[in-house]
């Protein structure tokens, strides 16, 4: 599967924005789906997973209650709302596909990834 995430940009403190991951290749509902992120001079951190079927999420404490992920199988993309941003969510954005069953946590348990796209909050 190939993914392609997109809608990171310049935004202030306080603002939103919504976060898109687009697979092609297979369908997305053969995969969890995650987000992480990687600032500068820092290790890549999980944001957000959603198991394969969409009823299940969970969230880093530091993006819990601000940012929202979810799934359309039928567009074959996954989303992450983030509401309330700080400038501390400032970091290239990736999302992952994992073949295991649950809500992957770490890294290591995803094998396919998109390109990153950038957030940048301005305070």
């Known amino acids: 599967v190939q993914l392609q995430a997109s809608g990171g940009g310049l935004v202030q403190a306080g603002g939103s924005l919504r976060l898109s991951c687009r697979a092609s290749?297979?369908?997305?509902?053969?995969?969890?789906m995650g987000w992480f992120r990687q600032a500068p001079g820092k290790e890549r951190e999980f944001v957000a997973a959603?198991?394969?079927?969409?009823?299940?999420?969970f969230y880093a404490d530091s993006v819990k209650g601000r940012f929202t992920i979810s799934r359309d199988n039928a567009e074959n993309t996954v989303y992450l709302q983030m509401n309330i941003l700080k400038p501390e969510d400032t970091a290239v954005y990736y999302c992952?596909?994992?073949?295991?069953?649950?809500?992957?946590?770490?890294?290591?348990?995803?094998?396919?990834w998109g390109q990153g796209t950038q957030v940048t909050v301005s305070s």
């Open positions: 992952g596909g994992s073949e295991g069953y649950g809500l992957p946590l770490t890294s290591q348990r995803y094998g396919y």
């Open positions: 290749g297979r369908t997305l509902n053969n995969y969890a």
């Open positions: 959603i198991a394969r079927s969409g009823g299940g999420t």
